[in-house]
């Protein structure tokens, strides 16, 4: 257990921890969809995968800067010339874009054990959402405008009764979480991605 703390490489090495074992491609594959890896055109590290259900493809599976990768080639197979339009890249923990209807469900992974900043983290996905609706705009997939559906994936620390506020705010603001019964669940429900 890591204990006491002023953050840093601790709060990241348990974060990096919980984002690994928090994987919804596991949990597709669990549950019966192929996954197929889309190779990278930059030779990032991160990966990204075609979905599918019975030989359907249904979405692509990505993480961190593959998002980029994907939103051009989608901007391709439209003729469009869309460009990043933001000051700063956003690079979600995970995120699936759902092909049949155009929503891009982005994931947060966030995990503590002991109070720090990702506190106030949790407070700042107005921003956040607004920041991938700019980044979307123009992009279609199916002849549907992408739209942003945001959730998080928290580890079991945010049962906490200090974690209530926040979470009927997320809830008001329809930001959808899934929060781990017990330090060893890692069932990750796919209606969070809407499937």
Known sequence: MIE??????RTTEHGDWFEYNADLGAALKSLGFELKEIPSRKGSKTKAYEVSKERVVIGILLSKSRLYDVLTRISE????????PLSASLWPDEAFLNTRDGTLHILEKKAMKVAGSVDEKLQTFPFKIEQYERLVEGL???AKQIKIHYAYILSFWFQKPQYKDVLNYMTRHGVEYWIQETKDDWNLPISIIGL
Do not use: F, L, Q
Not at 77 to 84: V, Y
């Open 4 to 9: 006491g703390g002023t953050g840093g490489s």
């Open 77 to 84: 197979d439209n003729s469009t010339n869309w460009s990043n």
């Open 140 to 142: 279609e997939v199916n």
